[in-house]
């Protein structure tokens, strides 16, 4: 069965800092990888997604993550975080042409002005 | 695009109440439907999922139901709620493979439920 961890349960940042939030998964095949946010009072969104070709992927505001298959690992990272990047942040993985979506237990990331 | 609308956003039902939660799409046919389940620091646990009408897949045996009466109706259900059904729940939406944002979930706002 597929399965995600996120280590990072909560994260504090200083503006302008360097972001990186580590995402596992637990799958022998191919996967479709994803990482959504949550902002404050709102709805999940996704950040970015990754189906094949570049591992590197970027997403929208800045955001990028890396699939390292030798790892398991979907990273996502951002090389200057901002307020607004306050939010919740959920890895995910989907096995392509299944059905079920697998989620991380999420990371809140809390940053400072 | 692809909408995704649920209510009601917000709800307070006593022990042993039935429950009734609805989901929508609008922007697409024939959508792979979810309810998930937020609690914090558990992340979303998948509930159900539903391929087509009267379709539906349980992830976790539960006190919950779920049904799929229409194409773009989904609808999450209890007999009698239990203190330990509140919480946040999350209907999504994926449209289907060869259409432009297929395989990517699209979530509603949320419904929050507390039993008490």
């Known amino acids: 069965a597929q399965s995600v961890s996120q280590h990072n349960h909560h994260v504090i940042l200083s503006e302008a800092a360097s972001l990186e939030l580590g995402c596992n998964y637990s799958?022998?095949?191919?996967?479709?990888l994803f990482w959504y946010v949550q902002y404050p009072g709102q709805h999940l969104q996704l950040l970015l997604k990754?189906?094949?070709?570049?591992?590197l992927v970027k997403g929208i505001k800045g955001f990028e993550a890396e699939f390292i298959k030798s790892k398991f690992s979907f990273n996502l990272r951002k090389p200057s975080v901002q307020w607004s990047d306050t939010a919740e942040y959920f890895c995910?993985?989907?096995?392509?042409?299944?059905?079920?979506?697998?989620f991380g237990t999420g990371t809140r990331l809390k940053v400072l002005a | 695009s692809q909408t995704i609308h649920q209510w009601p956003a917000t709800l307070v039902q006593p022990v042993g109440s039935p429950l009734s939660l609805e989901c929508t799409v609008e922007?697409?046919?024939?959508?792979?439907l979810y309810w998930y389940r937020q609690a914090a620091g558990r992340g979303l646990q998948l509930l159900f999922y539903?391929?087509?009408?009267?379709?539906i897949s349980s992830e976790v045996p539960q006190n919950l139901s779920a049904s799929r009466p229409q194409d773009r109706q989904f609808i999450l259900s209890s007999k009698k709620l239990l203190l330990s059904d509140s919480g946040f729940y999350l209907c999504?939406?994926?449209?289907?493979?060869?259409?432009?944002?297929?395989?990517?979930?699209?979530f509603g706002a949320g419904s929050r439920l507390t039993v008490l």
């Open positions: 995910a993985v989907n096995a392509p042409g299944t059905y079920k979506y697998i």
């Open positions: 799958y022998g095949g191919t996967v479709n």
């Open positions: 990754y189906f094949s070709g570049d591992p």
């Open positions: 922007g697409t046919s024939n959508p792979n």
């Open positions: 539903s391929v087509g009408i009267g379709q």
């Open positions: 999504a939406g994926r449209r289907q493979s060869g259409i432009s944002g297929a395989n990517v979930l699209t």
